[in-house]
């Protein structure tokens, strides 16, 4: 089955970008996700890219596909201390009933 | 719009005990997804329920189990706790067909097994 890898931490200072990297194992999967958890809370859909698509970007988020090496990026501009949360990457396919496949989550930290 | 709204917000069981939790999804979603959130871990899938029935389900026990009703709600019931249930679960809504991509997370419930 499908398998999502990131890395686990990421430190950054304000006003630099902070990329945040992905990989998924499973070449069917469809539609790509990004997430933010703060601490206590839910998830919260930042973004997400089709597999027919290189490049999204909304405002200071800028989502990078390459679907050859099945590799997903997140790059946050302008990284604000209010982005320190943990970012999941998610996978999924095209049927119906097919659940979103998450990674472990990065930890983001961004000091001022 | 209304967001995914879940109860309780936290809640302590004795092993062994049976529990529910309940979801409501966004205002037009009728499909409701739930996964069970350990610590330091991602999200995993349990179930998705659609027009009341299940239409997916992960690698979980059969004392998990759901129910959707016509409302689009939808609860999670989990029997005989064990320790290992301890976790946040969190309940997504979507809705069926072109859109059904895009799944919205509620609060999340977060249960203590002891």
């Known amino acids: 089955g499908e398998d999502v890898e990131q890395s686990l931490f990421l430190s950054v200072r304000e006003g630099d970008s902070s990329v945040i990297n992905c990989t998924y194992t499973?070449?069917?999967?469809?539609?790509l996700y990004w997430y933010k958890q703060e601490p206590g809370a839910g998830l919260q859909l930042l973004t997400y890219?089709?597999?027919?698509?290189d490049m999204k970007q909304d405002q200071r988020l800028t989502v990078l596909l390459n679907k050859k090496d099945k590799h997903l990026s997140l790059r946050i501009a302008d990284t604000q201390t209010g982005d320190s949360a943990i970012y999941f990457c998610?996978?999924?396919?095209?049927?119906?009933?097919?659940?979103?496949?998450f990674g472990k989550g990065t930890t983001l930290s961004v000091s001022s | 719009e209304t967001g995914v709204t879940q109860s309780p917000t936290h809640l302590i069981k004795t092993r062994g005990q049976q529990v529910t939790l309940r979801c409501s999804s966004q205002s037009g979603h009728n499909t409701v997804s739930w996964y069970q959130q350990a610590l330091g871990q991602g999200p995993q899938f349990i179930f998705q329920y659609y027009r009341e029935e299940e239409n997916g389900r992960g690698n979980f026990p059969p004392r998990f189990s759901g129910l959707q009703f016509p409302n689009y709600s939808s609860e999670l019931n989990v029997n005989a706790l064990e320790l290992d249930d301890s976790a946040l679960y969190l309940c997504?809504?979507?809705?069926?067909?072109?859109?059904?991509?895009?799944?919205?997370f509620g609060p999340g419930t977060r249960l203590t097994v002891t």
């Open positions: 998610a996978a999924k396919g095209n049927q119906a009933g097919t659940a979103l496949i």
């Open positions: 499973d070449s069917s999967s469809t539609y």
């Open positions: 997504a809504s979507s809705r069926s067909g072109t859109s059904s991509y895009e799944q919205y």
């Open positions: 890219i089709f597999s027919n698509m």
